[in-house]
């Protein structure tokens, strides 16, 4: 893409970026040529000398010249300090004047200044020769060895210029510049994408990865691995070198296998899509490596500036994360344009490998939220799942725990909170004999499977709880979508002695015929409700009607989420039995849970 742009203007430098003449030019010549000239010069580090001090050198060395002539011919005098000094002898002042000029024509302005003062010099020669040789004016020999000292001082001058800017380029050219592929790297295209923002012109950024690069890397080792990024290097470089996709393309390697092309000039998506495609149909030609012929795919995803965002580490990331769901939907089609549906899915999938890595290394715990009764006499706790990412920061339960539920790791997750607290809580009890509950949260998922009942039984025998000390709280929605296999696990509980507690009731949509069906104990009134209670008369009356219910039915109620005086206040009116919420104890660990267990029995 950078083709035109010859070695004059093949650099960007921001300190040692440029264009290396390897990226070939592009033929096409749009006003987009400029602009990356432009871009390309501004991030020049060394300024090229100013055309004017050129010109002026120029001048002065055509002033000094002619004076130098003119003077020599003089017989006038000039009186200096009352001595009368002729004319001529000053000529050799300006003939200094002249050569400097010369001197700083080679050193500055490269090989025009080089050949320009070579060109002076070598036309000088002959009338200094003549002077001497036709003329017979000895006083013309310094004038010879003056002019030949001159060329030999500005050649060298020119060779070691040109001689530490061959060096300064090589190592520029390095750094921009994959040395697989010949391709400019990641560091270029992260400064062209940075340019091309400030610029404030549409474009579109490429993500593009080859598909099971990796396998081919296992399989056929690295030497193949390279060969064939070398030739799907020059392919893309054919087709951006040669605007061959009609758009003003770019195309980089970034690492390994990721390359990111850069679109420009286009008008419609369309055009985006259609360049794309030529990047992928190239790619369907074999590529024939020590006689094997192998066939590559790659996944490509894509996002727009300014239309996607309009930053370079967010556009980077989102078509990035395109790319990845390319590779992730393992779909015909290879390439996805960016949506923010898809940060949805990323984080997923972050959080995902964050939830199987806590439950590997076993880091998941717990905190233990105290409930009380009404006259603040504890009742017990409930273990809240908790998790910390690699900097310590904690992620939301509220964030994980639907996502554990999705990717079918909940029952993992409850599973190991569920140990880990009922050990503790065993021995809590051992150690102070306080009469208190440890509820749980278990999901659908956990519920249903066939090995749940089993497994509450080996915890409750490992951690030593009596059956009765543990409640399990169940969503309202498990009821309603599985009422059969749901009343079955919970008929079996119950039968054991496990209490069963209905978790954020309420919010659901379970009628009072299946409350009915349900051997439950304890309603938990969602903290929704709790927080509109007093301000909102409907909810106020809500919350007391699911209390009375709850009372006429036998069951307890809980209200999650008491976080004033006044909710207490009102809760106690109608008839509430229990409260869990920060306003008596948020979530603890399990010293201070063990510490408020023996402070209150
Ligand atoms: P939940 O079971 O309804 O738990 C109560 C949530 O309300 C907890 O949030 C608790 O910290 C919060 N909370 C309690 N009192 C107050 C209060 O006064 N004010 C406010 N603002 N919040 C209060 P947490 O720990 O974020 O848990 C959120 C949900 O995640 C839980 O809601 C539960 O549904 C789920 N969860 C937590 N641990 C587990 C687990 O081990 N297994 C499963 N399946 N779900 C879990
Ligand atoms: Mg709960
Ligand atoms: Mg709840």
């Not at 970026?17 to 501004?42: A, H, V, Y």
């Not at 000029?101 to 490269?110: D, I, N, R, S, T």
């Not at 296992?218 to 020059?234: K, P, R, V, W, Y």
């Not at 002695?497 to 209905?502: E, F, K, L, P």
Request: with cysteine.
């Amino acid at each position: 893409m950078f083709t035109n742009l010859q070695s004059g203007y093949g650099i960007i430098k921001t300190n040692i970026i440029f264009i290396p003449e390897s990226w070939e030019l592009m033929k096409k010549d749009t006003g987009n040529k400029k602009i990356l000239e432009k871009t390309i010069n501004r991030f020049s580090a060394r300024k090229k000398a100013p055309l004017s001090g050129y010109i002026i050198l120029l001048l002065f060395y055509l002033a000094g010249s002619i004076a130098v002539s003119f003077l020599a011919r003089s017989k006038a005098e000039i009186p200096i300090f009352g001595i009368p000094l002729p004319f001529y002898s000053f000529a050799g002042v300006f003939s200094v004047v002249s050569e400097i000029c010369v001197l700083f024509m080679a050193f500055y302005y490269g090989k025009k200044g080089y050949f320009t003062a070579l060109c002076l010099q070598i036309v000088q020669m002959p009338m200094v020769l003549m002077g001497v040789f036709v003329q017979h004016k000895l006083t013309s020999i310094p004038g010879i060895f003056g002019n030949l000292l001159t060329i030999i001082a500005i050649t060298s001058a020119y060779l070691n210029n040109e001689r530490v800017e061959r060096f300064q380029k090589e190592m520029r050219d390095q750094a921009v510049t994959d040395q697989l592929t010949g391709l400019p790297n990641r560091f270029a295209c992260l400064k062209l994408i940075a340019a091309l923002i400030e610029k404030g012109d549409k474009f579109a950024i490429v993500s593009i990865d080859i598909n099971d690069f990796k396998g081919i890397n296992d399989t056929m080792g690295f030497d193949t691995g390279n060969a064939i990024l070398n030739e799907i290097a020059s392919r893309w470089k054919n087709i951006a070198d040669n605007s061959i996709s009609g758009t003003l393309d770019f195309i980089s390697r970034v690492s390994g296998d990721e390359f990111v092309l850069i679109i420009r000039d286009y008008q419609r998506e369309e055009d985006i899509l259609n360049t794309i495609k030529q990047y992928e149909t190239i790619l369907h030609n074999r590529i024939t490596v020590d006689n094997t012929d192998l066939y590559v795919t790659a996944s490509f995803g894509y996002a727009e500036f300014p239309h996607d965002a309009n930053t370079k580490d967010t556009l980077v990331s989102y078509a990035d994360a395109a790319m990845h769901e390319v590779k992730r939907s393992h779909s015909s089609n290879h390439i996805i344009h960016f949506t923010p549906d898809l940060l949805k899915v990323e984080r997923t999938i972050e959080l995902e490998s964050k939830i199987r890595d806590a439950l590997e290394k076993e880091t998941l715990f717990y905190n233990l939220q105290p409930q009380f009764d009404m006259d603040h006499k504890l009742r017990g706790f409930e273990a809240l799942a908790r998790m910390k990412d690699v900097d310590g920061n904690f992620i939301s339960p509220g964030e994980f725990i639907p996502i554990a539920e999705k990717v079918g790791l909940i029952d993992k997750v409850d599973d190991m909170v569920f140990r880990k607290a009922a050990v503790f809580f065993g021995e809590l009890l051992q150690k102070t004999g306080a009469d208190i509950v440890l509820s749980v949260n278990v999901s659908v998922r956990h519920l249903m499977r066939n090995d749940f009942f089993d497994e509450i039984c080996e915890v409750l025998e490992i951690s030593g709880v009596p059956a009765d000390k543990l409640e399990i709280e169940i969503t309202e929605s498990i009821m309603i979508d599985s009422v059969d296999k749901a009343l079955q696990c919970i008929d079996q509980l119950k039968e054991m002695g496990i209490r069963i507690a209905i978790d954020d009731f309420g919010t659901g949509y379970s009628s009072l015929s299946y409350l009915n069906r349900f051997p439950v104990n304890l309603l938990k009134v969602d903290k929704s409700f709790i927080d509109k209670m007093n301000t909102s008369e409907s909810s106020r009356q809500y919350v007391a009607a699911i209390i009375s219910i709850g009372h006429i039915m036998g069951f307890d109620v809980i209200s999650e989420g008491v976080e004033d005086e006044d909710q207490l206040e009102t809760l106690r009116e109608i008839g509430c039995d229990y409260i869990q919420g920060f306003i008596w104890g948020r979530p603890l660990s399990k010293e201070d849970a063990e510490k408020l267990v023996t402070d209150m029995t």
